[in-house]
């Protein structure tokens, strides 16, 4: 079965702009859950959707959105990048709601903002 | 706000030592999990713990959540280079929204 895969695994960008970044699940998991890492604020919870329906949130500006379409496939959008938003984004999928009891991750996209 | 405290942040040690690092919260939670982390990559979960006093091995690595299950740690034995990595804790919120708090992790180095 193949894992969690993210793309594009590197992405440079400026100030301003904004970003797509895309996660394909693990055939059969309907919940991705989207995380921010980075070495000062470890792992921060963005949100989590299940079935297309965005069922968890975290602390995160409207700046940071995302969606989730039939297949599972999930996008999550960063407008207006700040350069605090230079980190490592990570894609995790399950089988379960509310985040199921494991999670698989993907490699992450590193982001970076100049 | 929930938070989980790992320590040490870093550890450094020679090819066979032991070490314990640990994950303390003042809250409880309903489970905890274990991932490792190795550079350019996900975390990957180790083992999950549910049951307050819980002792789970995996090889050398020993396992244990508090009995009031507000903290848990890992012991690994006679650790070697492939143990290095990110080491992170993450407990799952008792309440409705049963969210994942995750640590900043432990950055272990075994050298050879």
């Known amino acids: 079965k193949a894992g969690v895969t993210q793309t594009p695994r590197y992405l440079i960008k400026t100030r301003g702009q904004q970003v797509t970044l895309s996660c394909s699940p693990i055939s059969g998991h309907r919940s991705v859950s989207w995380y921010q890492q980075t070495p000062g604020q470890g792992l921060q919870f963005l949100f989590e959707y299940f079935s297309e329906t965005q069922r968890n949130k975290g602390n995160f500006p409207g700046r940071f959105s995302g969606r989730q379409f039939s297949n599972s496939r999930s996008e999550m959008n960063v407008s207006t990048l700040e350069l605090g938003d230079s980190a490592l984004y990570l894609c995790?999928?399950?089988?379960?709601?509310?985040?199921?009891?494991?999670?698989?991750f993907g490699p992450g996209t590193r982001l970076t903002v100049l | 706000t929930q938070l989980l405290e790992q320590s040490p942040q870093f550890l450094s040690i020679q090819e066979g030592e032991n070490l314990t690092v640990y994950c303390n919260s003042s809250s409880v939670f309903s489970s905890l999990q274990w991932y490792r982390q190795e550079p350019g990559e996900g975390p990957v979960l180790l083992v999950t713990v549910v049951t307050g006093g819980e002792v789970k091995k995996l090889k050398r690595l020993t396992f244990q959540f508090g009995d009031a299950r507000k903290d848990s740690s890992l012991h690994i034995t006679a650790a070697q280079p492939g143990d290095t990595g990110l080491y992170l804790c993450a407990g799952r919120n008792a309440g409705n929204n049963r969210k994942l708090i995750w640590g900043l992790g432990t950055s272990l180095a075994v050298n050879p």
């Open positions: 995790a999928s399950s089988s379960g709601t509310l985040g199921g009891n494991e999670q698989f």
